[in-house]
Protein backbone atom coordinates (compact mmCIF):
# COMPACT_ATOMS: atom_id res chain seq x y z
CA UNK A 1 0.00 0.00 0.00
CA UNK A 2 1.08 3.27 -0.84
CA UNK A 3 1.75 5.09 2.40
CA UNK A 4 3.17 8.40 3.21
CA UNK A 5 4.26 9.04 7.13
CA UNK A 6 5.76 12.32 9.39
CA UNK A 7 7.50 12.55 12.49
CA UNK A 8 7.33 13.29 14.40
CA UNK A 9 4.12 14.50 14.97
CA UNK A 10 4.63 17.65 16.70
CA UNK A 11 7.55 19.74 18.15
CA UNK A 12 8.03 22.79 20.10
CA UNK A 13 10.92 24.60 20.27
CA UNK A 14 12.55 28.21 21.10
CA UNK A 15 13.18 30.82 18.66
CA UNK A 16 16.27 30.78 16.79
CA UNK A 17 16.43 26.51 16.80
CA UNK A 18 17.18 24.58 13.41
CA UNK A 19 15.04 22.03 13.06
CA UNK A 20 14.49 18.74 10.77
CA UNK A 21 10.96 17.54 10.09
CA UNK A 22 11.13 14.09 8.50
CA UNK A 23 8.42 12.19 5.79
CA UNK A 24 8.78 8.73 5.08
CA UNK A 25 7.14 6.96 1.88
CA UNK A 26 6.72 3.09 0.69
CA UNK A 27 6.97 3.28 -2.39
CA UNK A 28 10.08 4.42 -4.27
CA UNK A 29 8.24 5.25 -7.81
CA UNK A 30 7.17 8.81 -7.19
CA UNK A 31 7.30 11.73 -9.85
CA UNK A 32 7.73 14.19 -6.78
CA UNK A 33 6.96 15.11 -3.41
CA UNK A 34 6.09 18.33 -1.83
CA UNK A 35 5.82 20.23 1.18
CA UNK A 36 3.01 21.95 2.31
CA UNK A 37 2.08 24.59 5.42
CA UNK A 38 -1.18 24.78 6.73
CA UNK A 39 -2.32 27.84 9.37
CA UNK A 40 -5.00 26.68 11.59
CA UNK A 41 -8.60 27.76 9.25
CA UNK A 42 -6.50 27.81 6.43
CA UNK A 43 -5.72 26.21 2.99
CA UNK A 44 -2.53 25.06 1.76
CA UNK A 45 0.64 27.22 0.85
CA UNK A 46 3.04 24.87 -0.82
CA UNK A 47 6.63 25.16 0.15
CA UNK A 48 9.05 23.36 -1.79
CA UNK A 49 8.51 20.75 -4.77
CA UNK A 50 11.23 18.01 -5.59
CA UNK A 51 11.13 16.37 -8.48
CA UNK A 52 11.93 12.75 -8.31
CA UNK A 53 15.42 13.47 -9.90
CA UNK A 54 15.78 16.02 -7.81
CA UNK A 55 17.98 15.74 -4.56
CA UNK A 56 17.03 18.81 -2.57
CA UNK A 57 15.08 22.24 -3.15
CA UNK A 58 15.82 25.29 -1.16
CA UNK A 59 13.57 28.28 -0.67
CA UNK A 60 14.94 31.23 1.81
CA UNK A 61 15.39 29.07 4.97
CA UNK A 62 14.02 26.28 4.31
CA UNK A 63 15.50 23.50 2.67
CA UNK A 64 14.07 19.82 1.65
CA UNK A 65 15.78 16.46 0.24
CA UNK A 66 14.68 14.17 -1.64
CA UNK A 67 16.21 10.55 -0.67
CA UNK A 68 14.01 8.41 -3.43
CA UNK A 69 15.96 4.99 -3.34
CA UNK A 70 15.57 4.76 0.98
CA UNK A 71 11.94 6.50 0.44
CA UNK A 72 12.81 9.75 2.88
CA UNK A 73 12.45 13.21 2.61
CA UNK A 74 13.46 15.86 5.31
CA UNK A 75 12.25 19.44 5.72
CA UNK A 76 15.04 21.63 7.31
CA UNK A 77 14.07 24.69 8.67
CA UNK A 78 16.85 27.25 9.78
CA UNK A 79 16.53 30.23 12.46
CA UNK A 80 13.15 29.77 13.14
CA UNK A 81 10.48 31.85 14.00
CA UNK A 82 7.40 31.74 15.89
CA UNK A 83 5.44 32.81 12.34
CA UNK A 84 7.18 29.19 11.12
CA UNK A 85 4.61 27.93 13.73
CA UNK A 86 1.80 25.99 11.51
CA UNK A 87 0.74 22.10 10.77
CA UNK A 88 3.86 20.73 8.05
CA UNK A 89 2.64 18.41 5.68
CA UNK A 90 4.42 16.34 2.80
CA UNK A 91 2.78 15.10 0.18
CA UNK A 92 3.78 12.39 -2.89
CA UNK A 93 2.53 11.95 -6.24
CA UNK A 94 3.05 8.73 -7.30
CA UNK A 95 4.26 7.70 -11.01
CA UNK A 96 3.87 3.58 -10.36
CA UNK A 97 0.23 3.22 -10.38
CA UNK A 98 -3.08 4.82 -8.26
CA UNK A 99 -4.23 7.98 -7.95
CA UNK A 100 -3.45 10.83 -10.35
CA UNK A 101 -3.58 13.54 -6.74
CA UNK A 102 -1.53 13.15 -4.14
CA UNK A 103 -1.36 11.32 -0.88
CA UNK A 104 -0.21 13.07 2.47
CA UNK A 105 0.99 11.88 5.70
CA UNK A 106 -0.73 13.14 8.69
CA UNK A 107 1.68 16.38 8.99
CA UNK A 108 4.08 18.02 12.16
CA UNK A 109 2.31 20.28 13.83
CA UNK A 110 5.37 22.70 14.84
CA UNK A 111 4.99 25.40 17.61
CA UNK A 112 8.00 28.14 17.75
CA UNK A 113 8.26 29.46 21.17
CA UNK A 114 9.07 33.54 20.93
CA UNK B 1 1.14 29.72 -9.91
CA UNK B 2 -2.61 28.99 -9.91
CA UNK B 3 -5.41 31.48 -7.83
CA UNK B 4 -8.48 29.18 -6.38
CA UNK B 5 -11.56 30.61 -4.94
CA UNK B 6 -13.87 28.42 -2.81
CA UNK B 7 -17.21 29.12 -1.98
CA UNK B 8 -18.36 28.72 0.61
CA UNK B 9 -15.60 29.07 2.83
CA UNK B 10 -17.71 27.86 5.57
CA UNK B 11 -21.26 26.23 6.47
CA UNK B 12 -22.96 25.03 9.26
CA UNK B 13 -25.90 22.87 7.79
CA UNK B 14 -28.79 20.36 8.94
CA UNK B 15 -28.06 16.81 8.66
CA UNK B 16 -29.94 14.94 6.05
CA UNK B 17 -29.46 17.71 3.18
CA UNK B 18 -27.00 18.61 0.63
CA UNK B 19 -24.30 21.34 0.26
CA UNK B 20 -23.17 22.10 -3.50
CA UNK B 21 -19.43 23.38 -2.98
CA UNK B 22 -17.89 25.63 -5.87
CA UNK B 23 -14.40 26.10 -6.93
CA UNK B 24 -13.33 28.35 -9.19
CA UNK B 25 -9.59 29.14 -11.03
CA UNK B 26 -7.82 31.82 -12.46
CA UNK B 27 -6.45 29.63 -15.70
CA UNK B 28 -7.59 26.67 -17.19
CA UNK B 29 -6.20 23.82 -15.91
CA UNK B 30 -5.60 19.75 -16.64
CA UNK B 31 -6.50 18.32 -13.59
CA UNK B 32 -8.81 19.26 -11.15
CA UNK B 33 -9.08 17.36 -7.30
CA UNK B 34 -11.05 17.08 -4.68
CA UNK B 35 -9.66 16.14 -1.05
CA UNK B 36 -11.01 15.70 2.35
CA UNK B 37 -9.55 16.62 5.47
CA UNK B 38 -11.60 15.13 8.79
CA UNK B 39 -11.05 17.09 12.10
CA UNK B 40 -7.21 16.35 13.40
CA UNK B 41 -6.66 14.39 10.07
CA UNK B 42 -4.39 15.11 6.95
CA UNK B 43 -5.99 15.28 3.21
CA UNK B 44 -7.66 12.35 1.72
CA UNK B 45 -8.17 12.14 -2.04
CA UNK B 46 -11.94 12.00 -3.05
CA UNK B 47 -12.08 11.92 -6.80
CA UNK B 48 -10.79 13.08 -9.42
CA UNK B 49 -13.15 15.66 -11.63
CA UNK B 50 -12.98 15.58 -15.05
CA UNK B 51 -14.10 17.82 -17.98
CA UNK B 52 -16.37 16.51 -19.80
CA UNK B 53 -17.15 12.91 -18.43
CA UNK B 54 -18.13 11.24 -14.93
CA UNK B 55 -15.21 12.04 -11.89
CA UNK B 56 -12.49 9.60 -10.59
CA UNK B 57 -13.28 7.84 -6.99
CA UNK B 58 -11.02 6.87 -4.33
CA UNK B 59 -11.56 3.72 -3.01
CA UNK B 60 -14.22 4.32 -0.08
CA UNK B 61 -16.12 7.55 -1.68
CA UNK B 62 -18.85 6.63 -3.97
CA UNK B 63 -20.54 9.09 -6.79
CA UNK B 64 -23.97 8.98 -5.02
CA UNK B 65 -22.56 10.72 -1.90
CA UNK B 66 -20.33 12.75 -3.44
CA UNK B 67 -21.47 13.89 -7.32
CA UNK B 68 -18.91 15.99 -8.76
CA UNK B 69 -19.10 18.14 -12.00
CA UNK B 70 -16.60 19.83 -14.19
CA UNK B 71 -18.26 21.37 -17.24
CA UNK B 72 -15.06 23.32 -18.25
CA UNK B 73 -11.29 24.03 -17.15
CA UNK B 74 -11.53 26.37 -14.68
CA UNK B 75 -14.62 25.65 -12.88
CA UNK B 76 -15.79 22.54 -10.78
CA UNK B 77 -18.54 21.57 -7.95
CA UNK B 78 -18.65 18.82 -5.18
CA UNK B 79 -22.02 18.11 -3.37
CA UNK B 80 -22.12 16.31 -0.07
CA UNK B 81 -25.41 14.80 -0.70
CA UNK B 82 -27.91 13.49 2.51
CA UNK B 83 -24.98 14.61 5.17
CA UNK B 84 -24.39 13.62 8.74
CA UNK B 85 -22.37 14.71 11.13
CA UNK B 86 -19.65 12.64 10.57
CA UNK B 87 -19.25 14.41 6.97
CA UNK B 88 -18.12 17.21 9.33
CA UNK B 89 -14.69 18.09 7.54
CA UNK B 90 -12.82 20.54 5.36
CA UNK B 91 -13.35 20.33 1.87
CA UNK B 92 -10.46 21.62 -0.23
CA UNK B 93 -10.33 21.60 -4.01
CA UNK B 94 -6.95 21.23 -5.59
CA UNK B 95 -5.34 21.66 -9.27
CA UNK B 96 -2.37 19.91 -10.85
CA UNK B 97 -1.24 18.56 -13.51
CA UNK B 98 0.70 15.21 -14.91
CA UNK B 99 4.28 14.47 -14.88
CA UNK B 100 7.00 15.59 -11.77
CA UNK B 101 7.40 19.49 -12.63
CA UNK B 102 3.66 20.43 -11.75
CA UNK B 103 3.01 22.14 -8.64
CA UNK B 104 0.20 21.31 -6.57
CA UNK B 105 -2.30 24.43 -5.81
CA UNK B 106 -4.96 24.19 -2.53
CA UNK B 107 -8.44 26.41 -2.72
CA UNK B 108 -8.88 27.96 0.96
CA UNK B 109 -11.20 25.01 2.07
CA UNK B 110 -15.07 24.55 2.91
CA UNK B 111 -15.37 24.32 6.80
CA UNK B 112 -18.96 22.12 6.79
CA UNK B 113 -20.29 21.50 10.30
CA UNK B 114 -23.32 19.43 10.22
CA UNK B 115 -25.67 19.60 13.50
Known amino acids: KQEVTQIPAALSVPEGENLVLNCSFT??????LQWFRQDPGKGLTSLLL?????REQTSGRLNASLDKSSGRSTLYIAASQPGDSATYLC?????????????FGKGTHLIIQP | SAVISQKPSRDICQRGTSLTIQCQVDSQVTMMFWYRQQPGQSLTLIATANQGSEATYESGFVIDKFPISRPNLTFSTLTVSNMSPEDSSIYLC????????????FGQGTRLTVV
Open chain 1, 27 to 32: DSAIYN
Open chain 1, 50 to 54: IQSSQ
Open chain 2, 94 to 105: SVGSWGEATEAF
Open chain 1, 91 to 103: AVKWSGGGADGLT
